[in-house]
């Protein structure tokens, strides 16, 4: 089983603010298929960051009011976790540095 993404979207409600464009003319002007939008709108499928812009520029529409992320605690990555403090050296012999 697939589990969701996270993303939402105001797909469907632009659409129809936009001359009630089918699922199939938002496809052929993105450039992607019908089943895929439909993966998107339905939150079953993330569009690669390339297709998000696509669709926002279909609509005129910055990125952000097509697309949404939840607000929530961000979680390291493994790319990203942070480095612990290093240690401070250990004293030499004698007291000298």
Known sequence: MVKPTRVTNSIRVLR???GEMTQAAL???VGVTRQTIIAIEQGRY???LEVAFQIARVFNRPLDE???YPAGPA???ATTSPTPP???APPTPGGRS
Do not use: G, K, N
């Open 66 to 68: 097509v697309f949404q």
């Open 75 to 77: 979680r390291p990555s």
């Open 16 to 18: 129809f603010a936009h």
């Open 27 to 29: 496809a052929d002007r």
């Open 86 to 88: 290093a240690s401070p």
């Open 46 to 48: 993330s569009p690669s």
